[in-house]
């Protein structure tokens, strides 16, 4: 267990402090110009905030889910806006790799009863996987929502990268084992760790053409049934 959540930590503080090295530099080009420009130096700081926050936010969520006396942070949870929001915070390192985002979101999907940080960290985690699938050559990132018949919220998470290990498929989801020189092995097992215990679970299957798709599933609220009045 303190091997899982050194690694888990390791692994998720990686994506905000990178944000935080190159908003720096963004906010040191800002300030060497002349005459100065102010405004992009003060948006570049207020990232940087935003960023060491969220380190913050990711180090005491995994902590707390490696603790069984941990206090239950879930409250509603709207998808599509945690997507979008996420999007925007990785639109730089999408645009730095070439790759196109694509969103494909079903409209009125009922919110979910969830911790938002630690969803905000299985879809970051998903799509930074997606995107270094596509490094080489860039490509297209598709994210995608719907409600199915058997009331589960799915989202898709798709891409036109390098595909899957077919040998090691089945192992993909397992604690330490990684097909990258630089990877811990623990970004899609925290994911899958996650998404079963908001009651979910997770898969990866190879795409037709290029590249793969990663799904994931939520149960979704069901709504209370009326009490039906009978007439003396």
Known sequence: MLGELAASLAHEI?????????????????????????EQARAST??????GTRAIEVIERVRSF???????????VDLSQLIQEMIMLLHGEAARNSVAVRLELADDLPKVMAD????????????????????????????????????????????????LPAENLERIFDPFFTTKPEGTGMGLALT??????????????????????????LPAPTEPKKGVRLKA
């Open 14 to 38: 990686k994506q905000p402090l990178t944000a935080i090295i190159l908003n720096a530099k963004a906010c040191q080009h800002w300030i060497d110009q002349h005459p100065s420009n102010t």
């Open 46 to 51: 207020k990232r940087i905030e935003q960023d």
């Open 66 to 76: 490696y603790k069984k006396d941990a206090p239950d942070r879930r409250e509603p």
């Open 116 to 163: 938002s940080v630690q969803l905000q960290q299985v879809l970051i985690n998903l799509v930074l996987n997606a995107i270094e699938a596509m490094r080489e050559g860039g490509g297209e990132l598709r994210i995608g929502s719907q409600l199915t018949a058997d009331g589960n919220l799915v989202i898709s998470v798709g891409d036109t990268g390098v595909g």
């Open 192 to 217: 899958r760790s996650i998404v079963e215990s908001h009651g979910g679970r997770v898969w990866a299957v190879g795409n037709a053409g290029p590249g793969a798709t990663f799904h994931f599933a």
